[in-house]
């Protein structure tokens, strides 16, 4: 048995005091206080719960919501990207360079029916809430929950100034964490913008269908009318367009539209906007949408806003990404030189030149082809994006084809017969077509091309240009893009070095076989002009280039050098050539406008200016960020005269030849143009000059000329260079071209004869000799036996007609001298009889010293 004296175990001990310990705790009053302290701490433990909760669910909502999250404040600065609008030498909106249709207006501009037809539709509280309409909120949310997993998109429940946040902040991704940033980034956009600036930004940035960004571009889209002109049913229609942008505008869901609209009538009266008649009168309009529609502007412009697109893209780039001031973004606001009388003909004349030479050749193949997907041809075709704006003809695809008989397919998804069938042309072909009955008969575009450009050259401002048959069939611009032969086009340069180096118009040049040796690997050259003739006799300067003869300006150019030749080309902008003679004769690659621009030179004593298509830019704002011409005057903003001379701004222009020599050559061409290879534009009666060209082949003809006030060139060949025909002549392809030109602005030309500039003397010569001549006027015949010539001062023809004369009469006096001395030495020699008697002997006649001296 355990013995009741041993010590008692230690566990034991405080297991009993412990005991003990509790029971006192429950009986004491000091067991309430500890209860107290037990739930305190349970509530601190719950608190801290509570909190960490908090704390990790603000992590959380910043992790995946508010983190990246836009600021509010880069409203204050946003720029919508905008279009770039170009406009004409009339200030006239021309054309816009848009992958969508924006319009910015300010709040002031929006009509206050829109408005109040936007809040009834959008936001009725919009005025009076703070960013987040919480009623609407809790019914979206509910919307929402019933529609989870149906795949059913739930109603919205945003407000304009949550629309705002999404359509400029944070895009429309359909999902709560988009909802939440909503929520969040409009409570700071309203203490950012005021409700003005935010119904503002809500008005011009809604996406509204047809590619219409903003109210004012819808309405241009859908009623082609500004928001100003909007009737109310119009208004109501664009107010319910945010729900389905794509739908409402389409004609097969007219009815539901329709019944929107009137709802959007029925709440403006209810929020008190409008009254119950007014609203009544409204919805019995029809909706009056016009059929979807491009922007209204001249097709014929196409090449030129073309190439003004390349060099704005080459300047501030394309897309926004690439600075503030991009084409498809910056809102430029672009003048240009483009002269929309000028241009429109200048289409018309290189359209009919190219149609007398191609248009009745048959169908050389299609203007596209793609394999042809039936179900979705009409996707395929206009994806291409071909068009052609030429009297009623279209662009479509064959779609079918089966025999003799085939399908048609157009943009807008009709189809129709096509007749007049070419043996190859098969299914996946896009060609030409006109409607002829009840069906379209193809229709050839001319497989051979060209350019034409057209320059004031005061200025270099380019007022017209042409790259090709249609800007719609191919964005290539044959105007600045294609290098060609000039062919005779350029020999004006070559006899101006000539004339530059000592040469007249009135010096005489063989016409005759030239040949040079160009080493053992390639013998000997012999040149030969354009009727493979070998030339024949020695003419003047002036005719040789009126005839466009090349043994003539190849001679020219090997006796001045053609060293000096090459320089006066590259000068004024031709091109960079070496020395070789057959450059003298056009082998030398270049553009239509360098071309066009060399004849500037001519047309202005010898000034010469940049070819610019752009006069200045200006930004968004107003701003003018760039300008053409860069001359400052500083004194020409004065508020008061100072009583000093007016402010002379000096010239822009460079001078690449002689003034003189400049005259001169546009003098000779003139005579192209009257009794020359050009003088088909003679019956004009305007002074004109210039010089036709015809490259070997022939492969191109070329016409460059003018006036002193407006110069064009235009040429003509197939994009893969190959013959036209031994027929085919400057003369009488290109000329005509410039002709109709000049003939359809015909108000345009100026009939005061060109002015010769200092140092120049008119002097009176025979056409043919080109000696001087005293007596007589010039006619005003085409072929006139006396003309005036240009030289320069000391450089005059000395020898004269009357000189001309009494060297006659020396040479016969001498002859008739001799003559007489052998008929009295033949009498001598017979006896010395008498003259009386064997025969007459030769009058005496009385010979003038000075007439052996002249």
Known sequence: MTDPDAPESVHLRIRREARGLLTWLREHPLGDWSREKWRTSQLFRIAGYALAALVAFNLLLWATVTRNLPSADSLLTYQP????????VNGEIVYSYARERRVQLRFVDLPKPLI????????KTFWTHGGVDYTGLAGAVVDYVAKLGSG????????????VAKNILIGNEYSVTRKLKEMILARRI?????????????????PLGRQSFGVQAAARAYFNKDVAELQLHEAAFLAILPKAPETYGRAKYAEQALERRNWVLEQMV????????????????PLGLQPRHADAYDPSVGYFVEEVRRRLIDKYGENAEDGPNSVYAGGLWVRTSLDPQLQKAAQDALRTGLMRYGGGRGWHGPVAHVDLDKDNWQSQLVTLNKSIDYQDWRIGMVVARSGSQATIGFADGKTAPLVGLPDAIKPGDLTAAAPQGNAWVVKVIPEVSGGMAVQDPRSGRVLAMQGGFDAGLGSFNRATQAMRQPGSTI???VYGTALDYGM?????????????YQGASLGQKCFKNFDNRAGGGTHTMRWGLEQSRNLMTVRIANDTGMDHVVDTIGRVGIGKYPPYLSFALGAGETTVLQMTNAYAALANNGVQYEPSMIDYVQDRSGKVIWRADTRRCTTCNMAEWDGKPMPRMGTRGKQVMDPRTAYQVVHMLEGVVTRGTAVVLSDLGLPLFGKTGTTSGPTNVWFAGGSQDIVGAVYLGYDQPRSLGGYAQGGTFAAPIFKQLVQQTRNRWSSVPFVAP??????????????RVFGGTPGAEAKSSLIWEAFKQDSEAKRTTRQDELASQRDQLIAALRRGSAAKAKADEAGGESAGEGGASPPPIAADPSILNQ
């Open 81 to 88: 990207p905008l279009p770039t609008m170009v406009r004409g």
């Open 116 to 123: 109040n037809a936007y809040l009834s539709a959008e936001d």
């Open 152 to 163: 059913n998109r739930a109603r919205g429940g945003s407000t304009i100034t949550q629309q």
């Open 190 to 206: 309203e203490s950012v913008l005021n409700k003005q600036q935010i119904l503002e930004l809500y008005l011009n940035e809604i």
């Open 270 to 285: 209810k929020n008190g906007y409008l009254d119950v008649a007014t609203a009544a009168q409204a919805k019995s309009q």
């Open 491 to 493: 020999k004006p340069f």
């Open 504 to 516: 007249t118009p009135s010096s005489e040049v063989l016409d005759g076989t030239f040949c040079v």
């Open 758 to 771: 200092q140092g120049i003397h008119m002097v009176k010569v025979d056409r043919v000799t080109g000696k």
